[in-house]
């Protein structure tokens, strides 16, 4: 048996899809522990209206996303935990699939493809084909790990301290980076989850916030992941630093790095990146938050056919899910 962990705060409006989601699933032997932390929604009457045995339902004060998800890890009866979002869908097979990765290494960070959706409307594609030379990689910049798609062993997050409770946001990606010299990364090259696209991320408020909060992140284990792993030749590293001014500190600092190394603008993205970087801040922030190059992909994908499988498959669910 495994345990499925939900925290929840407000998530009234897709909570029903969320927990049918996992209700849903082929493999049915698990516990689904649902931590609602303080909400003042109708959280509470959604949760009770599901009449399944597996839901454990608990309510506590208010703390914020990474003390619960700690609260939920504590309570949860068994060693393999899988992570869901209150406003995420995932796919009936998903955790039958991911529990055929577990083996003896407990210390496994068991995740899958995701695709971004808004108003049932499949938008991008989270990341593709990772190996984890890749997935280190990216690391450096953001985290390609699809947080409500892990199946990982509790015990081993928990002896890692779990996750940080100082933080109000990008707990996921700051426990990643903690335990990239100890997690084996098994990614399984397959759509198994969906993420809803939220609006309040977009909002300037809180981009800065968020920003401000990876930066620091990153400043804590940034010269580990470069220098001491050799991930990085001397002349990505300034791409890479690069990238990181204009997606989380200063723009300005973005096109020095750059310029340091001038071949660098000859690659479109950076060269593009450079010009909205002497553009106020304001229009930098929403370029850098609409993922032009996936959704365009994406939509190519649409045009020869390539995502009619994925396509079907959520719109399946959707139906499924609002009945």
Known sequence: MISVLLPVYNGEKYLSQSIK???NQTFRDFEFI???DGSIDNTEKIVSSFHDTRIKYIKKDHTGLADTLN???KLANYDWVARMDADDISLPERLEKQIKFIDQDNQSIIFTDAIFFKNNKLLFKFYEKLDIHKIKENLILHSPIPHS?????????LSKGGYDENLKCSEDYELWLRIIDYATFKYINETLIFTRYS???LSRTNQIFTSTVIYNIQNKYYGNLIEENN????KKQLEFLGWREF???NPSKAQLFWLKNPLNLLKIRILIAFIISFLPILFSNKFKKINIKSRIKFRINDILG?????NNKFNENIKLLNL
């Not at 390539?306 to 994925?310: A, E, F, R, S, Y």
């Open 71 to 73: 609260y939920g890890l």
């Open 306 to 310: 390539k995502n009619k499988k994925i």
């Open 247 to 249: 997606f989380f500190g």
């Open 34 to 36: 649902i931590v609602d």
């Open 231 to 234: 991930l990085l030749t001397k």
């Open 21 to 23: 989601s996992i209700l």
């Open 149 to 157: 798609s892990v199946l990982y062993n509790k015990n081993f997050i």
């Open 199 to 201: 609006n309040l991320s």
